[in-house]
C-alpha cells in the first residue's frame, strides 16, 4: 500500500495531541516528549511511504516515540532521577485512554491552561502540544513573528519546569473554576479564527476547526459537563453559519444572511446538543450562549426571531456575568424588540469605547434612527478599531450608503 | 517536591502598627498568620519563614571589589519591598498555590510564589 506524506503527516497531526500527552506522562518533560514525537514522525515518513500505515498508527508512533526518548535519555546520561525512573519502568499502560479522567491529554489541557501561566501562553501551548499545530502556524494565526511566539511557548514550557506545575486532572472542588479556563481558552481560539483580529484572511478555518476538535475531545473526556456540552454546541451552532457570513469578501450580518447557506448538519447537532444541556439543569454561561445560537438557527427566517427569548436570555446570561460585551449583546437584542432608541441609550453607557463592536453597533442603532452624521462618524470610528477585512468592507459599506 | 519562595511584598516603610491600620488588625493579622505556620507545620510543608525590619534598616555591601563597599538602604529604591517570606516544600505548584492563597488572607498582603533552583 502506498502512502503519500500527506497522508503521514496527517495520520500524525491527529495523533499528536495523544501522543505527547503519553510522552509527559511517561517521562515527566515536555521537550523530551516534542523532540521523541519529531524523531517518530521522521521513521513514519521513511517507512510509512512503503510498509503501509500500521494498524494501531497510535500505538506505533508512542512506541517510537518512547523508544527514541529512552535512547536520548541514554545517550545523553541525563541523571536526573525522573528520567533514570522512566528507563526502568516498563510502560504497559495501553494507548487507548482508560477511563474519561485517566485521560493523558485532559491533564496535558489542564496544564497548558493553567492561571500560572500568561493567558496568551496558554493558548499559544494548547494548540502547539494538544492541536499539534507548529509554531509557525500559531505565529501567523496570531499575527506575530514567529520568533516571538516561540519565545512565547519556549517561556511557558520552562515555568512548567522550573516551577513543577502539575500534569494533573484537578480536584473535584477545583474542577469547576480550573475547567472554566480550560473552556475560555478554547472559546478564545474559535473567536480568533471565527473573526480574526488581523488584515489577513477574515476567517482562519485552522483554528475554527481545532477549537472545535478540541472540545469534541474535551466532550469525550467529561461527558456529564453541562457547560462542555453547551461550548461544543455554541460552536456548532456558530460555524454552521460560517459559509453565509462573509459575501464577496464582505461580513453579513445575521439577519441578512441566507439561511440556505447555514449547515444543518451541524445546526441538528447543536440542536441535540442544547436539548440536553436543558435536561441536565445546571445553567452556565456557555450553555446560555449556546441556547442564544439555538433560538436563532431555529428561526425559518431572519423576521421569525422569538427576540423576547433572545433578550430573556442574554439577561440571564448577564446576571452570571456582568461584563459590559454581554450588555453589549443584550442592548442589540432589546433594539429589535424595543427599538433603536431604547438600545442606544443602554449602549452608550458602556465603557467599550475601545471596542470595533461597540462603535459598530452605534453606527447601526444611530443610522435607524436617522441620525446620519452621527452614524457617518460612529461608521469611522469602528472601522478605525478593526483590522479584519470582511468587517471593514461591510462597515465601509453601510457607511458609503448613508445620504 | 519543589521548594518554593513565598514572599509578602508591602510598603517600603512601615506605619504606626505596621501596615495594617490599627492595632486590634495588627494583631488579628499576626494570630492569623502564626496560625497559618502552625498548619504548614503541621502538613509538613515547612521549611523556614520570616517578617522583615522595614526597608530603611536594610545595608547594601558590594564585595566584588578589592575592599567592600557598604551603602546605606535597599537595593532597590522602590515604594515596595519584600516585607517577610516562607521557604516551603510541596509537591507541585498548586499545593504552593493554595498555600499562597491562605497565606495572602492571613497576612493582608500579596504573595509571590517562586520556585528555588535548588536548595543548599
Known amino acids: ?403 | 517536591m519543589t521548594n518554593y519562595l513565598m514572599s509578602v511584598h508591602g510598603p517600603a516603610e512601615m506605619e504606626e502598627f505596621g501596615n495594617y491600620g490599627s492595632k486590634e488588625a495588627m494583631e488579628e493579622a499576626f494570630a492569623a498568620t502564626g496560625a497559618f505556620n502552625d498548619q504548614l507545620k503541621a502538613d509538613g510543608y515547612w521549611v523556614f519563614a520570616g517578617g522583615l525590619q522595614s526597608g530603611s534598616t536594610a545595608t547594601v555591601v558590594d564585595g566584588q571589589g578589592e575592599k567592600p563597599v557598604v551603602t546605606d538602604g535597599p537595593y532597590l529604591e522602590t515604594k515596595e519591598l519584600i516585607g517577610g517570606f516562607w521557604v516551603i516544600d510541596v509537591p507541585d505548584l498548586d499545593v504552593a498555590l493554595k498555600l499562597a492563597a491562605a497565606a495572602s488572607k492571613a497576612c493582608r498582603g500579596k504573595v509571590e510564589v517562586r520556585p528555588f533552583d535548588g536548595l543548599a
Open chain 1, 1 to 403: 500500500m502506498q502512502t503519500g506524506t500527506a497522508a503521514v503527516e496527517r495520520v500524525f497531526r491527529e495523533e499528536y495531541g495523544r501522543l505527547i500527552a503519553s510522552l509527559v506522562r511517561r517521562f515527566g518533560d515536555i521537550d523530551i516528549a516534542e523532540e521523541a514525537a519529531g524523531e517518530a514522525l521522521v521513521t513514519a515518513l521513511e517507512k510509512w511511504p512503503t510498509s503501509g500505515v500500521p494498524p494501531n498508527p497510535g500505538g506505533w508512533l508512542t512506541t517510537t516515540a518512547a523508544n527514541r526518548a529512552i535512547d536520548r535519555i541514554r545517550r545523553e546520561k541525563l541523571r536526573d532521577s525522573k528520567h533514570q525512573a522512566a528507563l526502568m519502568t516498563h510502560d504497559d499502560t495501553p494507548h487507548e485512554p482508560t477511563g474519561p479522567v485517566q485521560d493523558d491529554r485532559l491533564r496535558l489541557l489542564f496544564t497548558c491552561c493553567h492561571p500560572a501561566l500568561a493567558p496568551e501562553a496558554r493558548i499559544a501551548l494548547t494548540l502547539r502540544l494538544l492541536g499539534g499545530l507548529t509554531v509557525p502556524e500559531i505565529a501567523q494565526a496570531f499575527l506575530v513573528p514567529e520568533t516571538t511566539m516561540g519565545q512565547r511557548i519556549t517561556r511557558a514550557k520552562k515555568k512548567i519546569a522550573a516551577a513543577n506545575v502539575p500534569y494533573r486532572v484537578p480536584e473535584a472542588e477545583d474542577l469547576p473554576e480550573r475547567l472554566g479556563g480550560v473552556l475560555t481558552v478554547l472559546f478564545l481560539v474559535f473567536n480568533e479564527g471565527y473573526l480574526a483580529s488581523g488584515d489577513g484572511d477574515p476567517v482562519r478555518v485552522e483554528l475554527t476547526g481545532e477549537a472545535i476538535r478540541l472540545v469534541r475531545i474535551l466532550r469525550q473526556l467529561l461527558p456529564d459537563e453541562p457547560e462542555v456540552l453547551g461550548l461544543l454546541a455554541m460552536l456548532l451552532l456558530t460555524d454552521a453559519r460560517r459559509e453565509a457570513r462573509v459575501r464577496q469578501g464582505q461580513l453579513v450580518p445575521l439577519t441578512e444572511q441566507d439561511r440556505a447557506g447555514w449547515d444543518r448538519a451541524l445546526i441538528t447537532e447543536g440542536h441535540q446538543l442544547v436539548r440536553q444541556c436543558l435536561g441536565i439543569n445546571r445553567p452556565g454561561r456557555y450553555q446560555i450562549l449556546a441556547a442564544i445560537n439555538a433560538v436563532h438557527t431555529d428561526a425559518p427566517s431572519a423576521d421569525d426571531v422569538d427576540w423576547s427569548q433572545v433578550v430573556a436570555l442574554y439577561g440571564q446570561l448577564a446576571r452570571l456575568d456582568d461584563s459590559p460585551i454581554v450588555a453589549l449583546n443584550r442592548a442589540v437584542a432589546i433594539a429589535e424588540l424595543d427599538g433603536p432608541g431604547v438600545a442606544l441609550a443602554l449602549v452608550d453607557r458602556l465603557p467599550l469605547a475601545g471596542y470595533h463592536a461597540w462603535h459598530a453597533t452605534r453606527a447601526d442603532l444611530l443610522r435607524r434612527l436617522g441620525r446620519t452624521a452621527e452614524a457617518k462618524t460612529a461608521y469611522d470610528e469602528a472601522l478605525a478599531a478593526t483590522e479584519n477585512s470582511a468587517e471593514r468592507a461591510y462597515l465601509a459599506r453601510k457607511r458609503g450608503e448613508l445620504v
